[in-house]
């Protein structure tokens, strides 16, 4: 069992900098590939970024595409997400799920989520 709780979500301004980070309780944390979610207003939720269990693959879908970066410290059991460049339409809740696909097709645990605003 895993359970991640999100952090650092907030109000920003367009243009500025948020860091997301997802801590993993127990001890398997580096069993699991990672990644981010995100879930606009009105929208569906959508895959936003992943990284393998060593960290060594990570996937963006467009929206992070050379703003975004995610990264993962197995020994704190703590994956992030820095977002740069924010936008009004980042404006959504943003979820870290862990899987044992790559893919995370289909994630095997969630986070609860973190809002984060982006006001123009």
């Known amino acids: 069992q895993v359970q991640l709780v999100e952090s650092g979500g907030g109000l920003v301004q367009a243009g500025g900098s948020l860091r997301l980070s997802c801590a993993a309780s127990?001890?398997?944390?580096?069993?699991?590939?990672m990644g981010w979610f995100r879930r606009a207003p009105g929208q569906e939720r959508k895959l936003l970024a992943t990284i393998s269990r060593g960290g060594t693959s990570t996937y963006y879908a467009d929206p992070g595409k050379g703003r975004f970066a995610i990264s993962r410290d197995n020994a704190k059991n703590t994956m992030y997400l820095q977002m740069n460049s924010l936008k009004p339409e980042d404006t959504a809740v943003y979820y870290c799920?862990?899987?044992?696909?790559?893919?995370?097709?289909?994630?095997?645990?969630w986070g609860q989520g973190t809002q984060v605003t982006v006001s123009s």
């Open positions: 799920a862990a899987g044992l696909t790559l893919t995370l097709a289909k994630p095997d645990y």
């Open positions: 127990g001890r398997t944390f580096s069993s699991y590939h």
